[in-house]
């Protein structure tokens, strides 16, 4: 992609860099998901995957590179004839894609962890390139840790890797070090001192752990940066990574000062903001800025009779432009399919027919119990919709009897995709607990409970509140979640969603043995034959 003075291209990375920190992992469905969002946002590349990092990363990237249309999409490798391989290989069905190529040059790095002189990261550095140019006509460079590298070396390898045909030079801030006046003179720096700079685009990937991954980038974006690598709530390694909804609402907001843009739909932020968190099961903080519960809230009386005037008083960016909605009570249980329609893709989203059916139902269930819907409960009954998984086993009844001082009862019915409806009867230390014994023996499933946690998704008493359960199971983790206004449905819930993922993977474990049991069968049958 050719660098446009005034247009800042937004490289996205929740699905690799953002993915690989603890606790953000993410199935390929959902890596789907997140994807086909940020082709709607709006992003220019889609950095899918590590491919070399595992089998199930080589798919990944595969599955997004085959499916989603718009964005470039891209592979991260080592320079490594093997990595860069395999990902050009999981790219190629791509229409446009890039392999991001990466070699550590700082001195803590070439010492502790490469256990390589200069002159070594320089071959690779060129090997790598090359290799990854003839493979592809977009190869982007990262010299890893580039802050904390010697400029003159750093200079010397980003010249090596231009003139082996890299198309894009990304400076990474690999651990957060670096502060804005500093990068900025980097990036100067090497504009003045690499020769053949400016036929390249320049890159910025930022991390947050000394919380200045958007000022860095900024800065850097000042300084002569026309690509941002980002992620969505910036999620990513330790602190995380330079947030993609503040990096480019900054832009958006203060147009007269930067004097640039970028092809972001703003409005598509909020939603996508929310679908990330839902699926990785990372809140966003109350304070987070742009997207946060608090970003638009108004208590302080100075603060609420200035936006009464006027809301550009305390208010620099108006909340639609972002998607997030203003209403609070929206639908309740008289209103019909076509508003609740309306207020669905009001809200983001996009349903088909069938989806729209299981919603509704589901919503006018919860009007019932409810005195009160808000945007939040909406968005809660899509966002478990589409992440629920698919049978087998469904919670036909729950019936809870639980007294002070006393063990909690638990009944439990379930039914199965395959006609059987089991019901099984429990005691345990609190309602949760007991539920938890009765659909182990049901299911004959058994888990290892390694993290609980339940928060509120939407206001007031009866609000709905999400369960985010994590387990062992066979020496792999599960991540499970479910909301409910009942927060003992909302555990049986997602302990069912793993438990049906556990057996969905064993099943599909038996399917693919069958077919090997059958192709060796017919190897010694042809065997035999000869």
């Known amino acids: 992609m050719t660098p446009t003075p005034d247009r800042v291209l937004i490289f996205d990375t929740t699905l690799r860099d953002g993915e690989q920190a603890p606790g953000c992992s993410m199935t390929l469905p959902e890596k789907l998901r997140v994807a086909k969002a940020l082709s709607e946002l709006g992003v220019d590349v889609i ?75 320089v071959k690779y550095a060129i090997e790598g390139v090359k290799y990854a140019r003839e493979l592809c006509e977009d190869v982007e460079f990262s010299p890893e840790d580039a802050s904390r590298t010697e400029l003159d070396f750093l200079a010397q390898v980003v010249e090596a890797a231009i003139d082996a045909g890299a198309t894009t030079i990304n400076i990474p801030d690999t651990v957060g070090y670096t502060v804005p006046d500093e990068f900025g003179e980097l990036f100067r720096y090497l504009r003045n001192n690499v020769r053949g700079i400016e036929k390249v685009s320049l890159s910025v990937h930022c991390h947050d752990d000394l919380g200045m991954a958007v000022a860095n980038s900024l800065t850097a974006v000042v300084a002569g940066a026309r690509q941002i690598e980002c992620t969505i709530n910036g999620i990513g390694e330790r602190a995380g990574n330079c947030s993609l909804e503040e990096v480019v609402m900054a832009l958006a907001t203060r147009s007269a000062f930067f004097n640039l843009s970028t092809g972001i739909n703003t409005s598509r ?45 305390y208010e620099i960016i108006r909340p639609e432009d972002v998607g997030l909605p203003r209403s609070s009570l929206v639908l309740g249980k008289h209103s019909g399919r076509h508003a609740f ?63 002070t001082g006393t063990p909690a009862s638990v009944t439990v019915r379930l039914g199965h995709t395959d006609g059987r409806v089991l019901e099984r009867k429990a005691i345990g230390d609190g309602p949760v607990d007991a539920a938890f014994k009765a659909i182990v023996l049901a299911t004959g499933v058994s888990v290892t409970l390694s993290k609980f946690e339940v928060h509120a998704v939407t206001t007031g008493e009866d609000a709905q509140g999400e369960a985010v359960l994590y387990v062992e199971h066979n020496g792999r983790s599960y991540r499970g979640s479910s909301i409910s206004t009942d927060i003992v449905e909302a555990a049986n819930r997602a302990l069912l969603e793993v438990i049906n993922r556990i057996e969905q993977a064993q099943k599909a474990g038996r399917v693919a043995g069958d077919r090997r049991d059958e192709s060796a069968r017919l190897a010694r049958l042809a065997q035999s034959a000869v």
Request: hydrophobic share 40%.
């Open 47 to 121: 950095e899918a995957g590590f491919p070399a990092a595992s089998r199930g990363d080589w798919e990944s990237v595969n599955a997004v590179a085959r499916e989603v249309q718009g964005p470039i999409i891209a592979g991260l490798a080592r320079c490594t004839r093997e990595d860069i391989e395999l990902a050009a290989k999981a790219l190629h069905c791509a229409p446009r894609h890039r392999l991001h190529v990466f070699l550590a040059t700082s001195a803590i790095h070439r010492q502790y962890k490469l256990n390589m002189a200069q002159e070594q990261i």
């Open 269 to 313: 932020l909020y939603p996508t903001s929310r679908l990330v968190s839902n699926i990785t099961g990372v809140p966003i903080p109350r304070n987070k800025a742009v997207v946060g519960e608090n970003a638009f809230s108004h208590e302080a009386g100075i603060h609420q009779h200035g936006m009464l005037q006027h809301r550009s008083t």
């Open 341 to 403: 329609r309306e207020r669905v893709q009001q809200l983001g989203f996009e349903l088909d027919e069938l989806e729209l059916n299981r919603v509704f139902e589901e919503f006018k269930a919860l009007a019932d119990r409810k005195k009160e819907l808000f945007d939040g409960d909406i968005e809660a009954l899509v966002l478990r919709a589409e992440n629920s998984a698919d049978g087998p086993w469904s919670l036909n009844h729950l019936d809870v009897e639980a007294h």
